[in-house]
């Protein structure tokens, strides 16, 4: 799941542009089973797509796992979990 697919939910995509974002590729590349291995051993999963927030002391606040069938449960998770960051780490 790529992060346009948030585009739908404009309360997500808009908050989303509140963080630095970045991808980390598990499959099919050089490298891909080592960070395969990264996210085993830090987040006790590599499963796809996962969906991290830290705080700016690299701090995890929460993960989430989006396991299929509808969207917008998950798309609601999402923007609890960076309205909640964005709470107790407001933008400088």
Do not use: C
Request: charged share 30%; net charge negative.
């Amino acid at each position: 799941m790529e992060l346009g697919v948030f585009e739908r939910n404009k309360s997500v995509h808009d908050l989303l542009g509140k963080f630095v974002l970045t991808r980390l590729y598990t499959q099919g590349r050089p490298g891909s089973e080592e960070w395969s291995a990264y996210l085993e051993k830090r987040f006790r999963t590599s499963s796809i797509p996962f969906y991290a927030v830290l705080s700016p002391d690299d701090e995890v606040l929460s993960t989430h796992v989006f396991r299929g069938g509808i969207l917008d449960p998950f798309a609601k998770e999402i923007r609890d979990a960076l309205e909640a960051a964005l709470a107790e780490y407001p933008p400088r």
